[in-house]
């Protein structure tokens, strides 16, 4: 608390200094807040999509209707398969064609029957997959089997690339921020010296002199985590409504804010990153 | 306010067992033993330094500018180490001193510059207080010592001020209140009056005079004839050509008698002072 007091001492004689280097810091944890909020919600979409919940079960053209039915309910019997639903040809081309005049006049034979499977979550890696689908393959009345595999690994590798680069931008603007944390408590030093220099004449041990400048630089870090929270998730709220139903239709989710877990995190992060920069500043700065 | 309690803090700071060293009161204060200081090898600035100063004396320093009357007192609160000889504070030699120790002695030394050396954006109390703050007291000590230094030197009633709003001699009265807070043995003071007009000149040299009188050692450099002739009674050294000059002996060698009688009464209370649970 001592420390916390004689750290604010600085602050206050150079507020100006110090309210512009919590912008800053504010500003780019913000570019990383909304990163790692777009990081949760790719993740939430990579739950989603990356791993495969479909499987479409092609009948030959000439399955008769007991034969799809026993095929049916013998798929709906299968461990990784919650439901089994077939499709007639008429309803495969209603769901092509939607509004599409020329599409819906063409004749439903061009249309193959399927059935279409929902898989159990999590029973289905890509191994468990080929089996089951060659499995399937080899049933009667079926002509080809259909897994989703090319799509979903494109997702999911789309989703990586894009948490790589995330990750890379993240860390150049967290450098970025931990620098202007280290300069703004150079300047302090530097507008500091005199104090400095009473402390050590009095006898003071050198962690005593250098620990409200770390302190400093908590502050200004975990303040700047605050600021950047507190804006996005301001942003946040503003936008859900319009979020939700963009992301609710087209990708089937609600959007999900930072969890508690997180923004905690975030604000300690921030703390650390500040007393990183601010030792980096006096160990090169203050000569105790 | 009570006399300087001489050592007791600074045996503690050289045995971290805590035990007061006995031999430490009945030896000189400060010994300055063939002390070399070089900055630039073709011209020394002391050449060969040997000096005793008893407890409770006040000694002048004296000599032109860049003789090296600041060098001497830098030697002696670990400013600046000594390229050859001995400087022993309380017989212990601190150019032995390790980096941890030295804030340790520092807290057994006040010190008053030229320059006051104040920090202006603080209040007049927190620049008192911090000499005491640095070695952990607690507040209500350091708010009633800080007070009672602040009455010493005619500011009692000011503690809230900004030190920047204070005149030039009312500033050195903080920086003398500062040195003289935590009751050091000893006060270093480089030039205190060079930036005061005469009349304050000779105030504050009446203040460091008072606070000798209550047992404290003053050394105190001057290049000021003025203060040397205000007070005869003071033993006065002249640094000349890198070598000390003992140019008039104080009333202190007079005073033998008086001399060893305080510092048998400083062994009983640093000793008293020691043995108290902390
Ligand atoms: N850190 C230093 N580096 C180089 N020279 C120094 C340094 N400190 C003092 N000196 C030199 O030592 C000499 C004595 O300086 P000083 O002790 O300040 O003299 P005084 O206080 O008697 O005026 C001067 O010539 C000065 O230039
Ligand atoms: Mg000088």
Redesign the pocket.
């Known amino acids: 608390m001592k420390v916390l007091s004689r750290a604010m001492r600085g602050v206050r004689e150079h507020v100006r200094t110090q309210l512009v280097s919590v912008a800053t810091v504010a500003l780019a944890l913000f570019c990383v807040a909304a990163a790692a909020l777009a990081a949760e919600n790719v993740g939430e979409l990579s739950r989603r999509w990356g791993a495969p919940m479909r499987m479409t079960v092609y009948l030959s053209d000439h399955a008769t209707a007991e034969q799809i039915e026993a095929l049916r309910s013998a798929l709906s019997g299968l461990s990784e398969v919650r439901a089994a639903r077939y499709v007639t040809p008429s309803e495969a081309r209603a769901v092509v064609a939607g509004d599409d005049a020329v599409l819906a006049s063409a004749g439903a034979e061009l249309f193959p029957a399927t059935i279409e499977l929902t898989l159990v979550p999590g029973a289905t890696d890509r191994a468990r997959l080929s089996v089951l689908s060659e499995r399937v393959r080899r049933l009667n009345a079926v002509s080809d089997v259909e897994t989703y595999q090319g799509i979903t690994a494109q997702v999911q590798s789309i989703l990586a690339s894009g948490r790589l680069a995330a990750g890379v931008i993240a860390l150049v603007i967290l450098l970025c921020a931990m620098a202007v944390v280290s300069n703004t408590v150079r300047l302090s030093l530097h507008a500091r010296m005199r104090e400095v220099e009473v402390l050590r004449l009095v006898g003071a041990a050198p962690s005593y002199v250098r620990s409200p400048f770390l302190a400093e630089g908590a502050l200004l870090g975990s303040g700047g985590a605050v600021v950047a929270v507190a804006l996005l998730g301001a942003l946040f709220v503003l936008f859900r409504s319009r979020m939700d139903s963009f992301m609710g239709g087209a990708l089937g989710m609600r959007p999900v804010f930072l969890s508690g877990f997180m923004i905690a995190g975030f604000v300690l992060g921030g703390a650390g990153l500040g007393a990183t920069g601010s030792a980096l500043a006096v160990r090169r700065w203050l000569k105790v | 306010m009570g006399r300087p309690r001489i050592g007791a803090q600074f045996g503690r700071a050289f045995r971290p067992e805590g035990h007061f060293d006995r031999s430490a009161a009945h030896k000189p204060i400060l010994v300055l033993d063939g002390v070399v200081k070089v ?2 090898a073709d011209a020394p ?1 002391l050449r060969r330094v040997d000096l005793t100063i008893e407890r409770g004396e006040f000694v002048f320093v004296t ?1 032109p ?7 001497l007192l830098k030697l002696v609160y670990r400013s600046e180490t000594v390229d050859e000889g001995r400087v022993l504070f309380c017989g212990r030699d601190i150019a032995r001193l390790t980096p941890e120790s030295v804030p340790f002695l520092r807290r057994n030394i006040g010190v008053v510059f030229q320059d006051f050396k104040l920090v202006p954006y603080w209040s007049v109390f927190e620049n008192v207080a911090v000499a005491l703050e640095v070695a952990g007291m607690p507040g209500r000590v350091i708010r009633s010592r800080v007070a009672l230094a602040l009455e010493r030197v005619g500011l009692a009633g000011r503690g809230e001020d900004l030190a920047s709003v204070l005149s030039g001699g009312e500033q050195q009265r903080v920086a003398v209140a500062r040195a003289i807070v935590n009751e050091p043995a000893i006060i270093l003071a480089d030039e205190p009056t060079g930036n005061l007009d005469p009349v304050l000149a000779l105030d504050i040299l009446g203040l460091f005079e008072e606070i000798h009188e209550s047992g404290t050692t003053v050394l105190f ?1 001057t290049h000021d004839r003025a203060l040397l002739e205000q007070s005869p009674q003071h033993r006065l050294i002249v ?1 000349d050509d890198g070598r000390t000059i003992e140019a008039r002996k104080g009333l202190r060698a007079m005073g033998g008698a008086l001399a060893a009688q305080r510092a048998q009464r400083d062994v009983d209370d640093a000793v008293a002072t020691a043995r108290l649970p902390l």
Not at chain 2, 65 to 71: F, P
């Open positions: 900055f630039r600035v000599g500018s860049g003789a090296g009357k600041s060098t450099a640094i």
